[in-house]
């Protein structure tokens, strides 16, 4: 059974930094690509940064390009966020997503593209 859980998510003050941390386990998404999502109160979930299976491409939305910086430990089967100057419209559940299959016809920026989400991590950013 497939299980993605996140973690690092807290309160952190406008201008400041967090790490998420997504552990997943139940399979090896060492040949996948990942992503991370947010949903912030009244909005629909939203892309925020994804990442290929050996980890050396990158893509991100462009409210955090050159602030948020997305990485991957296959070893370990692990994924991160890291966040720095931080807004207070980066405030939402950030959600870590992996897809079912290795191949997608769209774009990997959807949620669609994706089967399995962990629960969520809060993220509130103060102003």
């Known amino acids: 059974q497939v299980q993605l859980v996140e973690s690092g998510g807290g309160l952190v003050q406008a201008g400041g930094s967090l790490r998420l941390s997504c552990a997943a386990s139940?399979?090896?998404?060492?040949?996948?690509?990942l992503a991370w999502f947010r949903q912030a109160p009244g909005k629909e979930r939203e892309f925020v940064a994804r990442?290929?299976?050996?980890?050396?491409?990158?893509y991100y939305t462009d409210s955090v390009e050159g602030r948020f910086t997305i990485a991957r430990d296959n070893a370990k089967n692990m994924m991160y966020l890291q966040m720095n100057v931080l807004k207070p419209e980066d405030t939402a559940v950030y959600y870590c997503?992996?897809?079912?299959?290795?191949?997608?016809?769209?774009?990997?920026?959807?949620?669609?593209?994706?089967?399995?989400w962990g629960q969520g991590t809060q993220v509130t950013v103060s102003s």
């Open positions: 139940g399979r090896a998404f060492d040949n996948y690509v």
């Open positions: 997503a992996a897809p079912a299959r290795i191949y997608w016809t769209g774009s990997w920026s959807t949620a669609n593209a994706y089967a399995y």
């Open positions: 990442i290929s299976s050996s980890g050396l491409s990158t």
